[in-house]
């Protein structure tokens, strides 16, 4: 059984660029979510996807967008980079089966640098 | 937004000693989880509780689902070096069909030798 995978494990960009970060879900999880984690605070809600769509979203701007592919591995987009998008973004999987949801196994996590 | 209080904020003790951490918030949850978190990874789950009064154990670690439904502790007994990190408390909050973790604050720990 694989964990989940994260890439690129670290990332630095400018003001206003745009950013891809992948997320590969653990076997046998089919719903992905992830986190914003600022340095010195815990992770924070940005968005959560299941059948590839998005199904609840934390207080993120609508530039934080995403996408969950059939595989169940998932994108989170940002664009329009700020200073204060420097953090850890986490990728969270679970297994969810009808109205009951499993815990959430987290990824090593990108940390992205905006200059 | 709903808001999960931990403490101690941090801690030094020395090897050997037992460690005791406790999250409470003013809401109701039916999931109490321990996270820890090593420096640059992601939170690992040590203890996941899904019933008020529920004890259980992984290794040295031992977590309670408080009766109130509003609070938990962590206990780590005969703390040694790798126990370094942070420790969060997190609950599970359903927002329309998500269910979404919100974290607590976070209890820094440090073991001297």
């Known amino acids: 059984e694989t964990g989940v995978t994260q890439s690129p494990t670290h990332l630095i960009k400018t003001r206003g660029q745009q950013v891809t970060l992948r997320c590969s879900s653990q076997s046998g999880h089919n719903t992905v979510s992830w986190y914003q984690q600022a340095l010195g605070q815990g992770p924070q809600f940005i968005f959560q996807y299941y059948r590839e769509e998005e199904n609840g979203r934390g207080n993120f701007p609508p530039r934080f967008s995403g996408l969950q592919f059939p595989n169940y591995s998932s994108e989170l987009n940002v664009n329009a980079l700020e200073l204060d998008d420097s953090a850890l973004y986490l990728c969270?999987?679970?297994?969810?089966?009808?109205?009951?949801?499993?815990?959430?196994?987290f990824g090593p996590g990108t940390r992205l640098t905006v200059l | 937004g709903q808001q999960l209080n931990q403490s101690p904020q941090s801690m030094f003790i020395q090897e050997g000693e037992d460690v005791s951490m406790n999250c409470t918030s003013s809401?109701?949850?039916?999931?109490w989880l321990w996270y820890k978190q090593d420096p640059g990874e992601g939170p690992v789950l040590l203890i996941a509780?899904?019933?008020?009064?529920e004890l259980t154990s992984n290794g040295r670690l031992t977590a309670q689902f408080g009766i109130t439904r509003k609070d938990s502790f962590l206990n780590i007994s005969a703390s040694i070096p790798s126990d370094v990190g942070i420790y969060f408390c997190?609950?599970?909050?359903?927002?329309?069909?998500?269910?979404?973790?919100?974290f607590g604050t976070g209890t820094r720990l440090q073991v001297t030798l």
């Open positions: 509780l899904y019933k008020a009064g």
């Open positions: 809401s109701i949850f039916n999931t």
């Open positions: 997190a609950v599970i909050f359903l927002t329309g069909t998500a269910s979404k973790l919100t």
């Open positions: 969270a999987s679970s297994l969810v089966t009808g109205p009951s949801t499993d815990t959430q196994y």
